[in-house]
Protein backbone atom coordinates (compact mmCIF):
# COMPACT_ATOMS: atom_id res chain seq x y z
CA UNK A 1 0.00 0.00 0.00
CA UNK A 2 2.76 2.27 0.37
CA UNK A 3 2.92 2.56 -3.55
CA UNK A 4 -0.25 4.16 -3.37
CA UNK A 5 1.06 6.84 -0.52
CA UNK A 6 3.47 7.72 -2.67
CA UNK A 7 1.05 7.83 -6.30
CA UNK A 8 -1.02 10.28 -4.04
CA UNK A 9 2.06 12.14 -2.39
CA UNK A 10 3.53 12.39 -6.50
CA UNK A 11 -0.32 13.80 -7.23
CA UNK A 12 0.15 16.53 -4.92
CA UNK A 13 4.17 17.59 -5.66
CA UNK A 14 2.86 17.99 -9.00
CA UNK A 15 -0.10 19.68 -8.52
CA UNK A 16 2.51 22.31 -6.34
CA UNK A 17 5.65 22.60 -8.67
CA UNK A 18 6.21 23.35 -12.61
CA UNK A 19 6.36 20.02 -14.77
CA UNK A 20 9.78 20.64 -15.44
CA UNK A 21 10.60 20.90 -11.83
CA UNK A 22 8.80 17.73 -11.46
CA UNK A 23 10.19 15.84 -14.15
CA UNK A 24 14.07 16.60 -13.17
CA UNK A 25 13.60 16.00 -9.55
CA UNK A 26 10.90 13.77 -8.97
CA UNK A 27 10.46 11.20 -11.90
CA UNK A 28 13.82 9.06 -11.16
CA UNK A 29 12.91 8.88 -7.68
CA UNK A 30 11.32 5.94 -5.31
CA UNK A 31 9.72 5.44 -2.16
CA UNK A 32 11.28 2.93 -0.16
CA UNK A 33 8.11 2.62 1.83
CA UNK A 34 6.96 3.89 5.23
CA UNK A 35 9.09 2.85 7.81
CA UNK A 36 7.68 3.82 11.71
CA UNK A 37 6.00 6.32 9.98
CA UNK A 38 8.61 8.02 8.15
CA UNK A 39 8.05 8.20 4.52
CA UNK A 40 11.55 6.83 2.87
CA UNK A 41 12.33 8.14 -0.25
CA UNK A 42 15.13 6.66 -2.52
CA UNK A 43 17.44 9.28 -4.48
CA UNK A 44 20.13 8.50 -7.22
CA UNK A 45 23.09 10.26 -5.24
CA UNK A 46 24.15 12.14 -2.02
CA UNK A 47 23.31 15.66 -4.17
CA UNK A 48 20.01 14.25 -4.45
CA UNK A 49 19.57 13.90 -1.22
CA UNK A 50 21.01 17.42 -0.14
CA UNK A 51 18.92 19.34 -2.88
CA UNK A 52 15.54 16.82 -1.61
CA UNK A 53 16.11 17.63 2.18
CA UNK A 54 17.02 21.66 1.09
CA UNK A 55 14.10 22.42 -1.34
CA UNK A 56 11.21 19.98 -1.45
CA UNK A 57 11.61 18.43 2.94
CA UNK A 58 8.21 21.04 3.08
CA UNK A 59 6.45 19.92 0.32
CA UNK A 60 6.68 16.86 0.78
CA UNK A 61 5.84 16.89 4.31
CA UNK A 62 2.50 19.32 3.35
CA UNK A 63 1.69 15.99 0.91
CA UNK A 64 1.79 13.59 3.63
CA UNK A 65 -0.56 16.19 6.24
CA UNK A 66 -2.85 16.66 3.38
CA UNK A 67 -3.24 12.62 3.31
CA UNK A 68 -3.87 12.85 7.31
CA UNK A 69 -0.33 12.17 8.63
CA UNK A 70 -0.16 14.21 11.71
CA UNK A 71 3.26 14.53 12.56
CA UNK A 72 4.89 13.68 8.70
CA UNK A 73 8.22 12.64 8.45
CA UNK A 74 10.39 12.05 5.44
CA UNK A 75 13.50 10.93 5.04
CA UNK A 76 16.08 10.27 2.04
CA UNK A 77 18.47 7.26 0.88
CA UNK A 78 20.48 7.19 -1.38
CA UNK A 79 19.88 4.27 -3.82
CA UNK A 80 22.65 1.27 -4.19
CA UNK A 81 23.57 1.91 -8.34
CA UNK A 82 22.05 -1.47 -8.87
CA UNK A 83 18.84 -0.34 -7.85
CA UNK A 84 19.33 2.97 -9.05
CA UNK A 85 18.97 0.85 -12.81
CA UNK A 86 15.29 -0.24 -12.09
CA UNK A 87 14.24 3.07 -11.46
CA UNK A 88 14.39 4.51 -14.91
CA UNK A 89 10.76 5.65 -15.99
CA UNK A 90 8.58 2.69 -17.29
CA UNK A 91 7.23 2.34 -20.69
CA UNK A 92 4.56 3.83 -21.58
CA UNK A 93 2.12 1.88 -20.60
CA UNK A 94 -2.01 1.56 -21.80
CA UNK A 95 -4.53 3.80 -20.79
CA UNK A 96 -6.40 0.91 -18.90
CA UNK A 97 -3.44 -0.90 -16.89
CA UNK A 98 -3.85 1.53 -13.34
CA UNK A 99 -0.47 3.05 -12.58
CA UNK A 100 0.76 4.94 -9.90
CA UNK A 101 0.67 8.56 -10.89
CA UNK A 102 3.33 8.30 -13.97
CA UNK A 103 6.47 10.84 -14.55
CA UNK A 104 5.65 12.85 -17.93
CA UNK A 105 7.33 11.53 -20.96
CA UNK A 106 7.97 13.29 -24.17
CA UNK A 107 4.95 12.23 -26.35
CA UNK A 108 6.28 10.26 -29.62
CA UNK A 109 3.89 11.62 -32.73
CA UNK A 110 1.64 10.22 -34.57
CA UNK A 111 0.91 8.13 -31.25
CA UNK A 112 1.35 4.70 -31.87
CA UNK A 113 -1.50 2.52 -31.15
CA UNK A 114 -1.78 0.13 -27.95
CA UNK A 115 -1.10 -3.46 -28.78
CA UNK A 116 -4.45 -4.54 -28.03
CA UNK A 117 -4.11 -7.60 -26.12
CA UNK A 118 -1.72 -6.04 -23.76
CA UNK A 119 -4.16 -3.75 -22.12
CA UNK A 120 -6.06 -5.44 -19.67
CA UNK A 121 -5.73 -4.48 -16.07
CA UNK A 122 -4.56 -7.49 -14.37
CA UNK A 123 -6.56 -6.78 -11.07
CA UNK A 124 -9.76 -7.14 -13.31
CA UNK A 125 -10.48 -10.73 -12.87
CA UNK A 126 -13.55 -12.74 -11.94
CA UNK A 127 -11.77 -14.14 -9.10
CA UNK A 128 -11.39 -10.77 -7.71
CA UNK A 129 -14.92 -9.76 -8.44
CA UNK A 130 -17.13 -9.66 -6.04
CA UNK A 131 -20.84 -10.94 -6.77
CA UNK A 132 -23.34 -9.15 -5.06
CA UNK A 133 -27.76 -8.86 -5.50
CA UNK A 134 -26.01 -5.32 -7.00
CA UNK A 135 -23.93 -6.94 -9.62
CA UNK A 136 -24.90 -10.58 -9.95
CA UNK A 137 -27.02 -10.85 -12.84
CA UNK A 138 -24.33 -8.98 -14.80
CA UNK A 139 -21.63 -11.21 -13.74
CA UNK A 140 -23.59 -14.17 -14.67
CA UNK A 141 -23.77 -12.89 -18.15
CA UNK A 142 -20.16 -11.77 -18.33
CA UNK A 143 -19.57 -15.22 -17.20
CA UNK A 144 -21.85 -17.09 -20.03
CA UNK A 145 -19.89 -14.82 -22.73
CA UNK A 146 -16.99 -15.44 -21.21
CA UNK A 147 -17.93 -19.61 -21.91
CA UNK A 148 -19.31 -18.94 -24.34
CA UNK A 149 -18.05 -16.26 -26.42
CA UNK A 150 -20.06 -15.23 -30.09
CA UNK A 151 -22.91 -17.06 -28.50
CA UNK A 152 -24.31 -16.81 -25.71
CA UNK A 153 -25.50 -12.91 -25.78
CA UNK A 154 -23.96 -10.63 -28.31
CA UNK A 155 -23.87 -7.70 -27.87
CA UNK A 156 -23.25 -7.83 -24.01
CA UNK A 157 -24.20 -4.25 -22.93
CA UNK A 158 -23.35 -3.62 -19.79
CA UNK A 159 -24.33 -0.22 -17.82
CA UNK A 160 -24.40 1.85 -14.68
CA UNK A 161 -22.97 4.75 -13.12
CA UNK A 162 -19.14 5.43 -12.38
CA UNK A 163 -16.67 3.32 -10.62
CA UNK A 164 -19.15 0.20 -10.38
CA UNK A 165 -17.73 -2.18 -11.56
CA UNK A 166 -18.25 -2.42 -15.84
CA UNK A 167 -14.60 -1.83 -16.84
CA UNK A 168 -13.38 -5.04 -14.79
CA UNK A 169 -16.06 -7.36 -15.77
CA UNK A 170 -14.91 -6.54 -19.08
CA UNK A 171 -11.45 -7.06 -18.22
CA UNK A 172 -12.78 -10.22 -16.65
CA UNK A 173 -14.13 -11.57 -19.93
CA UNK A 174 -11.12 -10.76 -21.42
CA UNK A 175 -8.80 -12.56 -19.04
CA UNK A 176 -10.55 -15.54 -18.75
CA UNK A 177 -10.49 -15.96 -22.74
CA UNK A 178 -6.81 -15.29 -23.24
CA UNK A 179 -6.18 -17.90 -20.51
CA UNK A 180 -8.11 -20.10 -22.20
CA UNK A 181 -7.45 -19.84 -25.83
CA UNK A 182 -4.18 -17.90 -26.17
CA UNK A 183 -4.47 -17.52 -29.39
CA UNK A 184 -7.36 -15.28 -29.77
CA UNK A 185 -7.17 -11.62 -30.50
CA UNK A 186 -8.32 -9.25 -27.46
CA UNK A 187 -9.07 -5.79 -28.13
CA UNK A 188 -10.33 -2.84 -25.50
CA UNK A 189 -11.01 0.44 -26.12
CA UNK A 190 -12.11 3.52 -24.51
CA UNK A 191 -14.49 5.31 -26.88
CA UNK A 192 -12.44 7.79 -26.69
CA UNK A 193 -9.32 6.15 -27.87
CA UNK A 194 -11.18 4.37 -31.17
CA UNK A 195 -12.40 8.10 -31.57
CA UNK A 196 -9.14 9.42 -31.96
CA UNK A 197 -7.44 6.67 -33.30
CA UNK A 198 -9.88 6.79 -35.99
CA UNK A 199 -9.01 10.76 -36.78
CA UNK A 200 -5.15 9.89 -36.43
CA UNK A 201 -5.86 7.34 -39.18
CA UNK A 202 -7.76 9.54 -41.12
CA UNK A 203 -4.93 12.27 -40.82
CA UNK A 204 -2.01 9.80 -41.80
CA UNK A 205 -4.13 7.95 -44.58
CA UNK A 206 -3.90 4.45 -42.31
CA UNK A 207 -7.91 3.52 -42.10
CA UNK A 208 -7.48 0.68 -43.83
CA UNK A 209 -4.88 -0.59 -40.93
CA UNK A 210 -7.59 0.93 -38.72
CA UNK A 211 -10.09 -1.17 -40.05
CA UNK A 212 -8.41 -4.43 -39.97
CA UNK A 213 -7.25 -4.14 -36.53
CA UNK A 214 -10.31 -3.72 -35.17
CA UNK A 215 -12.41 -6.04 -37.36
CA UNK A 216 -9.72 -8.90 -36.94
CA UNK A 217 -10.27 -9.46 -33.00
CA UNK A 218 -11.98 -12.13 -31.29
CA UNK A 219 -13.20 -10.48 -28.81
CA UNK A 220 -14.13 -6.24 -28.71
CA UNK A 221 -14.36 -4.63 -25.50
CA UNK A 222 -15.70 -0.84 -25.56
CA UNK A 223 -15.92 1.09 -22.44
CA UNK A 224 -18.33 4.27 -22.10
CA UNK A 225 -20.25 3.97 -25.43
CA UNK A 226 -22.21 6.84 -24.75
CA UNK A 227 -19.67 8.70 -25.81
CA UNK A 228 -20.43 7.82 -29.35
CA UNK A 229 -22.98 10.42 -29.22
CA UNK A 230 -22.87 13.18 -31.39
CA UNK A 231 -19.84 11.24 -33.26
CA UNK A 232 -21.67 10.78 -36.24
CA UNK A 233 -18.18 9.67 -38.21
CA UNK A 234 -17.34 7.71 -35.55
CA UNK A 235 -20.88 5.99 -35.14
CA UNK A 236 -20.46 4.93 -39.13
CA UNK A 237 -16.69 3.37 -38.63
CA UNK A 238 -18.15 1.47 -35.28
CA UNK A 239 -21.52 0.25 -37.07
CA UNK A 240 -19.12 -1.15 -39.93
CA UNK A 241 -16.57 -2.21 -36.66
CA UNK A 242 -19.86 -3.83 -35.22
CA UNK A 243 -21.29 -5.74 -38.55
CA UNK A 244 -17.94 -7.25 -39.64
CA UNK A 245 -17.47 -8.69 -35.80
CA UNK A 246 -20.94 -9.88 -35.50
CA UNK A 247 -21.49 -11.57 -38.57
CA UNK A 248 -18.01 -13.78 -37.80
CA UNK A 249 -19.78 -14.78 -34.40
CA UNK A 250 -17.34 -12.33 -32.56
CA UNK A 251 -18.07 -11.55 -28.90
CA UNK A 252 -18.81 -7.59 -28.29
CA UNK A 253 -18.99 -6.15 -24.92
CA UNK A 254 -19.96 -2.38 -24.52
CA UNK A 255 -20.06 -0.22 -21.46
CA UNK A 256 -21.72 2.68 -20.84
CA UNK A 257 -23.22 5.03 -17.93
CA UNK A 258 -26.78 4.36 -19.13
CA UNK A 259 -28.94 2.25 -21.41
CA UNK A 260 -28.91 2.70 -25.43
CA UNK A 261 -32.35 4.13 -25.61
CA UNK A 262 -30.55 7.34 -23.28
CA UNK A 263 -27.68 7.51 -25.58
CA UNK A 264 -28.75 10.85 -27.14
CA UNK A 265 -28.02 11.20 -31.11
CA UNK A 266 -26.93 7.71 -31.17
CA UNK A 267 -28.00 6.63 -34.57
CA UNK A 268 -30.99 4.60 -35.07
CA UNK A 269 -29.58 1.65 -36.35
CA UNK A 270 -26.99 1.32 -33.63
CA UNK A 271 -29.11 1.73 -30.76
CA UNK A 272 -30.69 -1.24 -32.63
CA UNK A 273 -27.92 -3.02 -32.63
CA UNK A 274 -26.74 -2.49 -29.26
CA UNK A 275 -30.41 -4.31 -27.70
CA UNK A 276 -29.91 -7.33 -30.02
CA UNK A 277 -28.43 -9.35 -27.22
CA UNK A 278 -28.52 -8.57 -23.35
CA UNK A 279 -28.56 -5.24 -21.97
CA UNK A 280 -28.17 -5.46 -18.03
CA UNK A 281 -27.30 -3.21 -15.30
CA UNK A 282 -24.67 -2.79 -12.35
CA UNK A 283 -26.26 -1.01 -9.30
CA UNK A 284 -24.99 0.54 -6.74
CA UNK A 285 -23.56 -2.04 -3.65
CA UNK A 286 -25.39 -2.99 -0.32
CA UNK A 287 -23.58 -2.46 2.96
CA UNK A 288 -22.57 -6.13 2.69
CA UNK A 289 -20.88 -6.27 -0.65
CA UNK A 290 -19.02 -2.69 0.09
CA UNK A 291 -17.44 -4.57 3.54
CA UNK A 292 -16.44 -8.10 1.20
CA UNK A 293 -15.00 -5.30 -1.48
CA UNK A 294 -12.92 -3.62 1.41
CA UNK A 295 -12.21 -7.20 2.73
CA UNK A 296 -10.87 -8.36 -0.22
CA UNK A 297 -8.91 -5.48 -0.79
CA UNK A 298 -7.25 -5.31 2.35
CA UNK A 299 -6.75 -9.47 2.00
CA UNK A 300 -5.04 -8.84 -0.92
CA UNK A 301 -2.34 -6.20 0.17
CA UNK A 302 -1.62 -8.55 3.03
CA UNK A 303 -3.32 -6.08 5.36
CA UNK A 304 -4.74 -7.18 8.44
CA UNK A 305 -7.62 -4.48 9.06
CA UNK A 306 -10.39 -5.11 12.01
CA UNK A 307 -14.27 -6.39 10.82
CA UNK A 308 -15.45 -3.22 12.41
CA UNK A 309 -13.09 -0.80 10.60
CA UNK A 310 -14.10 -2.19 7.41
CA UNK A 311 -17.90 -1.54 8.56
CA UNK A 312 -16.86 2.02 9.41
CA UNK A 313 -15.74 3.24 5.28
CA UNK A 314 -18.08 0.85 4.28
CA UNK A 315 -20.80 3.02 6.07
CA UNK A 316 -19.15 5.89 4.80
CA UNK A 317 -18.86 5.70 1.54
CA UNK A 318 -22.06 4.05 -0.14
CA UNK A 319 -21.80 4.77 -4.01
CA UNK A 320 -18.50 4.55 -5.86
CA UNK A 321 -16.33 1.65 -5.25
CA UNK A 322 -13.83 3.61 -6.86
CA UNK A 323 -14.05 5.62 -3.75
CA UNK A 324 -14.82 2.83 -1.27
CA UNK A 325 -11.33 1.66 -2.22
CA UNK A 326 -9.75 5.36 -2.29
CA UNK A 327 -11.32 5.57 1.48
CA UNK A 328 -9.63 2.41 2.22
CA UNK A 329 -6.24 3.46 1.14
CA UNK A 330 -7.08 7.00 2.94
CA UNK A 331 -7.02 4.57 5.92
CA UNK A 332 -3.89 2.57 5.19
CA UNK A 333 -2.07 5.68 4.74
CA UNK A 334 -3.36 7.51 8.06
CA UNK A 335 -2.56 4.71 10.16
CA UNK A 336 0.71 3.88 8.52
CA UNK A 337 2.05 6.90 8.16
CA UNK A 338 1.04 8.08 12.16
CA UNK A 339 2.11 4.66 13.00
CA UNK A 340 -1.18 3.85 14.94
CA UNK A 341 -2.89 0.25 14.94
CA UNK A 342 -6.05 0.35 12.96
CA UNK A 343 -9.32 1.52 15.14
CA UNK A 344 -12.94 2.71 14.29
CA UNK A 345 -11.39 6.40 15.45
CA UNK A 346 -8.34 5.83 13.42
CA UNK A 347 -10.80 5.42 10.68
CA UNK A 348 -13.30 7.90 11.28
CA UNK A 349 -9.96 10.63 11.29
CA UNK A 350 -8.29 9.58 8.08
CA UNK A 351 -12.02 9.87 6.47
CA UNK A 352 -13.33 13.01 8.20
CA UNK A 353 -12.20 15.41 5.73
CA UNK A 354 -13.18 13.58 2.98
CA UNK A 355 -16.25 12.48 3.59
CA UNK A 356 -19.00 13.93 5.73
CA UNK A 357 -19.62 11.58 9.30
CA UNK A 358 -23.58 12.71 9.04
CA UNK A 359 -24.02 10.50 6.39
CA UNK A 360 -23.22 7.49 8.56
CA UNK A 361 -25.78 5.09 8.38
CA UNK A 362 -27.13 2.54 10.55
CA UNK A 363 -27.04 -0.44 8.19
CA UNK A 364 -29.55 -3.94 8.74
CA UNK A 365 -26.89 -6.53 9.81
CA UNK A 366 -25.69 -4.20 12.79
CA UNK A 367 -29.45 -3.72 13.89
CA UNK A 368 -29.51 -7.59 13.84
CA UNK A 369 -26.09 -8.21 15.86
CA UNK A 370 -27.23 -5.17 18.45
CA UNK A 371 -30.92 -7.47 18.91
CA UNK A 372 -29.39 -10.34 18.98
CA UNK A 373 -26.87 -9.20 21.67
CA UNK A 374 -29.79 -7.65 23.86
CA UNK A 375 -32.15 -10.41 23.33
CA UNK A 376 -29.02 -12.80 23.89
CA UNK A 377 -30.21 -14.96 20.80
CA UNK A 378 -27.87 -15.27 17.68
CA UNK A 379 -27.50 -13.39 14.69
CA UNK A 380 -28.26 -16.48 12.93
CA UNK A 381 -31.52 -17.10 14.78
CA UNK A 382 -32.99 -13.69 14.33
CA UNK A 383 -32.61 -14.26 10.55
CA UNK A 384 -34.01 -17.52 10.51
CA UNK A 385 -36.70 -19.52 10.45
CA UNK A 386 -37.62 -20.47 14.24
CA UNK A 387 -40.98 -19.61 15.34
CA UNK A 388 -40.02 -19.57 19.28
CA UNK A 389 -41.54 -16.51 21.20
CA UNK A 390 -38.00 -15.36 22.23
CA UNK A 391 -36.45 -15.64 18.59
CA UNK A 392 -39.56 -13.90 17.02
CA UNK A 393 -39.63 -10.73 19.18
CA UNK A 394 -36.08 -9.66 18.86
CA UNK A 395 -36.63 -10.49 15.19
CA UNK A 396 -39.89 -7.97 14.63
CA UNK A 397 -38.00 -5.29 16.40
CA UNK A 398 -34.73 -5.49 14.26
CA UNK A 399 -37.17 -5.18 11.11
CA UNK A 400 -39.01 -3.03 12.90
CA UNK A 401 -35.96 -0.51 13.47
CA UNK A 402 -34.49 -1.33 10.04
CA UNK A 403 -37.80 -0.19 8.98
CA UNK A 404 -37.69 3.35 10.86
CA UNK A 405 -33.37 3.73 10.78
CA UNK A 406 -32.80 3.00 7.25
CA UNK A 407 -34.00 3.76 3.86
CA UNK A 408 -34.48 0.35 2.95
CA UNK A 409 -37.65 -0.90 1.38
CA UNK A 410 -40.37 -3.03 2.30
CA UNK A 411 -38.89 -5.88 0.24
CA UNK A 412 -35.19 -4.95 0.70
CA UNK A 413 -35.53 -5.70 4.93
CA UNK A 414 -37.71 -8.83 3.66
CA UNK A 415 -34.83 -10.15 1.06
CA UNK A 416 -32.44 -9.57 3.73
CA UNK A 417 -34.39 -11.97 6.50
CA UNK A 418 -35.18 -14.11 3.76
CA UNK A 419 -39.49 -13.35 3.52
CA UNK A 420 -41.50 -11.58 1.64
CA UNK A 421 -42.81 -7.56 2.69
CA UNK A 422 -45.84 -8.28 3.74
CA UNK A 423 -43.96 -10.36 6.54
CA UNK A 424 -42.14 -7.23 7.43
CA UNK A 425 -44.68 -4.93 7.26
CA UNK A 426 -46.72 -7.20 9.50
CA UNK A 427 -43.65 -6.58 12.03
CA UNK A 428 -42.81 -3.18 12.00
CA UNK A 429 -46.96 -3.15 12.49
CA UNK A 430 -47.07 -5.54 15.19
CA UNK A 431 -43.93 -3.70 17.12
CA UNK A 432 -45.99 0.17 16.39
CA UNK A 433 -48.91 -0.82 18.35
CA UNK A 434 -47.07 -3.04 20.59
CA UNK A 435 -44.73 0.00 21.88
CA UNK A 436 -48.04 2.09 22.98
CA UNK A 437 -49.33 -0.60 25.47
CA UNK A 438 -46.42 -2.56 26.62
CA UNK A 439 -43.91 -0.35 28.27
CA UNK A 440 -41.12 -2.86 28.49
CA UNK A 441 -41.32 -3.86 24.64
CA UNK A 442 -41.25 0.37 24.19
CA UNK A 443 -37.94 0.41 26.84
CA UNK A 444 -36.33 -2.32 24.69
CA UNK A 445 -36.96 -1.15 21.41
CA UNK A 446 -35.51 2.53 22.78
CA UNK A 447 -32.48 1.16 24.55
CA UNK A 448 -31.36 -0.42 21.16
CA UNK A 449 -32.15 2.81 19.26
CA UNK A 450 -29.99 4.51 21.29
CA UNK A 451 -27.29 2.13 21.40
CA UNK A 452 -27.76 1.99 17.45
CA UNK A 453 -27.30 6.22 17.33
CA UNK A 454 -24.81 5.82 19.95
CA UNK A 455 -22.43 3.79 17.43
CA UNK A 456 -23.03 6.52 15.23
CA UNK A 457 -22.81 9.29 17.29
CA UNK A 458 -18.97 8.15 18.69
CA UNK A 459 -17.95 7.76 15.09
CA UNK A 460 -18.99 11.83 14.20
CA UNK A 461 -17.56 12.22 17.66
CA UNK A 462 -13.85 11.02 16.97
CA UNK A 463 -13.79 12.57 13.34
N1 LIG B 1 -17.75 -6.30 -7.50
C1 LIG B 1 -16.50 -5.83 -7.35
N2 LIG B 1 -15.60 -6.53 -6.66
C2 LIG B 1 -14.36 -6.04 -6.47
N3 LIG B 1 -13.91 -4.86 -6.96
C3 LIG B 1 -14.79 -4.13 -7.67
C4 LIG B 1 -16.11 -4.57 -7.91
N4 LIG B 1 -16.74 -3.65 -8.64
C5 LIG B 1 -15.85 -2.67 -8.86
N5 LIG B 1 -14.67 -2.95 -8.29
C6 LIG B 1 -13.46 -2.11 -8.29
O1 LIG B 1 -13.89 -0.76 -8.31
C7 LIG B 1 -13.03 0.02 -9.13
C8 LIG B 1 -13.84 0.72 -10.20
O2 LIG B 1 -14.37 -0.27 -11.10
P1 LIG B 1 -14.46 -0.03 -12.68
O3 LIG B 1 -13.33 0.82 -13.16
O4 LIG B 1 -14.68 -1.34 -13.32
O5 LIG B 1 -15.77 0.84 -12.72
P2 LIG B 1 -16.60 1.37 -13.96
O6 LIG B 1 -18.01 1.02 -13.70
O7 LIG B 1 -16.00 0.89 -15.23
O8 LIG B 1 -16.39 2.92 -13.81
P3 LIG B 1 -16.32 4.08 -14.91
O9 LIG B 1 -17.72 4.31 -15.37
O10 LIG B 1 -15.78 5.23 -14.13
O11 LIG B 1 -15.41 3.62 -16.01
C9 LIG B 1 -12.00 -0.94 -9.70
O12 LIG B 1 -10.82 -0.88 -8.91
C10 LIG B 1 -12.66 -2.30 -9.55
O13 LIG B 1 -11.71 -3.35 -9.39
Given at each position: ????????????????????????????????????????????????????????????????????AENPQVSFEVLPAVQEAMIMPEASSSPAVATPT????????????????????????????????????????????????GKAYNPLFIYGDVGLGKTHLMHAVGHYLAEKY????????????????????????????FRDRYRSV?????????????????????FHTFNALYENHKQIILSSDRPPKDIQT??????????????????SPEFETRVAILKMNAEQANINIPQEVLELIARQVNTNIRELEGA????????SLNNVPFSRTVASKALSNVFAPQ?????????????????????????????????????????????EMTEHSLPEIGQFFGRDHSTVMHAVNKVTEGIKRDEELAAQVSRLRRHLEGLHEAEAGNA
Open positions: MSQEIWSDVLTYVRNNISEVEYHTWFAPVKTLGVREGSLVIGVRNSFAQEWFRKHYLGLLEDALRSLGPPPQPRPKPVPAPELSKVLNPKYTFENFVVGPNNNLAHAAALAVAESPPEKRIAYVSTETFTNELINSIRDDRTTQDLLLVDDIQFLARKERTQEEFLEGRLRSRFEWGLITDIQLMRVVAFSEVQVEMPEVVRAAAQLFEVTTEQIKGTGRARDIVVPRQIAMYLIR
